[in-house]
């Protein structure tokens, strides 16, 4: 019985992990590389195995990082099911054709600039190609028979909608292991999802630690701090971007827009747009599954409460509407992707609006070393868009307390309540920060694992 890591190694993301036992071969999300080396390259190689060979392929969510590769693992020759949650099955089928969409658009940009030869990583049939090996879907807490001596259950791990750790019980010649990856574990306090809920005993653990080194700020204190940016900016007379990640973050800025409106803090006249179309579909998405949401948001929704409805919220579907927001100088809030600034709209309302001083930029979620967004936040003076520079001018807001990530002490509570495994596997974190928690760790014996390296389990 053997574990392998193709992903989540050192300074980018982007979950993988092999399985083999008794002879078959069990894949563990296939997500794109993220971070800051140069990713189309690190994305188009080998992946470490033949995905023919791949028997079955789960999926603990729909973020890029750990669904982008499956429409590549298809187009190289998988033919195996892909099993997830029914909310993960439709969230990802939004991220792929996306992601597919944005592939073929750099392809064609390419062999504009003279690079005649550019092919897309993948491309919109690919992507639904793969929407053509999804099986049933999995249920929290309800086993699902892989074949004899193999079992997955999916918990719900509280990161965004439809989100599980999996637990995989695996025997072979009378040797049996249970393994629990992670996955992304959320928070215990979100405003509509519910707390993870890890199962309790697992001999191997693998587990991501993103913030593994640190807490976030208290949730409350966040959404007052939010708030408070936004007024300040309403006040000055300038616009507030948002850099946004579609999936979940989005969602939960607009609840508490809603909230802040209704509650007068903000000013109900004050118009939102949300110019991503992923995150267009997303919000639709979340209002159709009400079962992967608290029992209060879900009531909401069945009485025909919309928590994500603002009073004059635009969404931003066609590319020449998200132009026009570049004459939009004062009195906004734009939310767009992507979050962390490397791709998307998002880098067109920056150039419009970081040098100006009456503006601000809200970043509320994690930013990769490397990342547009990271440079930002790290207090560059001036930046390159587009071929110009720009001079950073706007105020720049860093509120981590949205984070659909668990702070360290999450992470530490959710360990404990897997039980004690007798290995705990680190992924899917900078090195500092998976480091700075093995030392936290107790009666476990610490892996790190690098990309591509393989366990004897």
Not at 8 to 29: K, P, Q, W, Y
Not at 37 to 64: K, Q, Y
Not at 240 to 267: C, D
């Amino acid at each position: 019985m053997h574990i392998s890591f193709h992903g989540a190694a050192g300074e980018v993301t982007g979950s993988c992990h092999l399985v083999t036992a008794a002879g078959r071969r069990i894949l563990v999300d296939c997500g794109m590389f993220q971070g800051g080396r140069e990713l189309h390259e690190l994305n188009a190689e080998p992946f470490g195995f033949e995905p023919a060979e791949i028997d079955v392929l789960l999926l603990t969510h729909a973020h890029l990082d750990h669904c982008g590769r499956i429409p590549l693992l298809v187009r190289r020759g998988f033919r195996g099911r892909i099993l997830c949650t029914d909310a993960t099955r439709d969230l990802a089928r939004v991220v792929m054709l996306d992601s597919a969409q944005l592939h073929e658009e750099e392809a064609r940009r390419r062999r504009h600039h003279g690079q005649h030869d550019a092919e897309p990583l993948y491309d919109s049939m690919d992507a639904l190609d793969s929407l053509d090996r999804f099986g049933p879907a999995a249920e929290y807490g309800k086993p699902v028979q892989l074949w004899e001596g193999a079992s997955a259950t999916f918990h719900d791990a509280g990161h965004i909608l439809g989100s599980a750790s999996i637990l995989l019980d695996l025997t072979e010649d009378g040797d049996s292991r249970s393994i629990l990856f992670s996955g992304d574990v959320g928070p215990r306090e979100r405003p509509f999802l519910n707390p993870p809920s890890p199962p309790a005993t697992a001999d191997v653990v693998v587990m991501e630690t993103t913030y593994g080194d640190r807490d976030h700020r208290a949730l409350a204190d966040s959404v007052e701090e939010f708030h408070e940016a936004i007024e300040a900016a309403a006040a000055r007379g300038g616009n507030v971007i948002i850099p946004t990640f579609a999936l979940e973050r989005a969602q939960e800025l607009l609840f508490y827009l809603r909230e802040g409106m209704e509650a007068e803090t903000l000013r109900s006249s004050t118009p939102v747009y949300l110019d991503s179309p992923m995150a267009i579909s997303a919000t639709r998405l979340f209002r159709a599954h009400p079962e992967a949401m608290t029992l209060e948001v879900a009531e909401m929704i069945r009485k025909g409460q919309d928590p994500f409805q603002l009073p004059d919220l635009h969404f931003v579907q066609e590319t020449r509407d998200s132009m026009a927001l570049n004459h939009v100088h004062s009195g906004a809030i734009i939310m767009a992707g992507s979050g962390m600034c490397t791709g998307g709209r998002v880098r067109h309302h920056l150039r419009h609006n970081l040098g100006q001083r009456n503006c601000s930029v809200i970043f509320v979620g994690f930013a990769a070393e490397g990342t547009l967004a990271r440079i930002i936040i790290d207090g560059a003076r001036s930046i390159k868009l587009f071929g110009d520079h720009v001079r950073v001018k706007a105020h720049v807001h860093t509120i981590n307390g949205f984070s659909a990530h668990a702070g360290r002490h999450d992470l530490l509570d959710w360990h404990r309540r897997a039980g004690t495994p007798a290995r705990t596997f680190l992924i899917h974190g900078e090195e500092d920060a998976r480091a700075k928690f093995a030392k936290a760790l107790r009666d476990t014996t610490i892996e790190m694992p690098r990309l591509h390296q393989m366990y004897e389990l």
